[in-house]
């Protein structure tokens, strides 16, 4: 062991220093391309039919009419009542 501090201290600095110098360099990744698909015809076919679907979505969801008359009334407790009162309705008109 050194008694002398400013001896153990370059000595500290020295090994510091070795360590430091040992670091490894990184391996860059080389990156994959990516494969051209050729089925562009049915790409285009598999879009025409999403396109198809969201169009007859909207139109159940709105219920047919333009604008907000058909979206009125389409909540689950709504839809509740309404079947409840058509019942009701049909039983008093058959008696």
Known sequence: ?????????????K????????????KKK??????????????M????MMMMMMMMME???RGGGDGEEGKRGTGRR???RRNINRKMYKREEGN
Do not use: H, P, T
């Not at 076919?45 to 025409?48: I, K, Q």
């Open 45 to 48: 076919m598999m879009m025409m």
């Open 78 to 80: 709504r839809k509740r």
């Open 30 to 43: 080389k990156k994959k391309k990516k494969k051209k698909k050729k089925k562009k015809k049915m790409m």
């Open 59 to 61: 139109k159940r969801r």
């Open 1 to 13: 062991m050194i008694r002398d501090k400013r001896k153990r201290y370059r000595q500290l600095k």
């Open 15 to 26: 090994k510091k220093m070795m360590k430091k110098k040992k670091k490894k360099k990184k």
